[in-house]
């Protein structure tokens, strides 16, 4: 069975930082593209983050620079650090891993408020 937990998650004012994490089991992600997604109230969910199994990553305009996609292999989790969180990064946040098949974790909260 496969599962991808996230975790950490919470509440922070603005210009916060946060780390979130996914640990997966059931697949080994070194075979997998890994993803952090968001969704916001009332709005789709959108990419954040993509890491592929080369290490190669990509960002969505609205984070780069502010955000970071890393993952360690040997525990087999994906990472999402977030600095300098704004208000409108307040979402759940989704884990994904997309190959053959896809996967999603069941989110983690995040909220920006001052």
């Known amino acids: 069975q496969v599962q991808l937990v996230e975790s950490g998650g919470g509440s922070v004012q603005p210009g916060g930082s946060l780390r979130l994490s996914c640990a997966a089991s059931?697949?080994?992600?070194?075979?997998?593209?890994m993803a952090w997604y968001r969704q916001a109230p009332e709005k789709q969910r959108e990419l954040v983050a993509v890491?592929?199994?080369?290490?190669?990553?990509k960002y969505a305009e609205s984070v780069k620079g502010r955000f970071t996609i890393s993952r360690d292999n040997t525990k087999n989790t994906v990472y999402l650090q977030m600095n300098s969180l704004k208000p409108e990064d307040t979402a759940v946040y989704y884990c994904?891993?997309?190959?053959?098949?896809?996967?999603w974790g069941q989110g983690t909260q995040v909220t920006v408020s001052s």
């Open positions: 890491i592929g199994s080369r290490i190669s990553t």
């Open positions: 994904n891993a997309k190959d053959v098949s896809t996967y």
């Open positions: 059931g697949i080994m992600i070194t075979r997998y593209i």
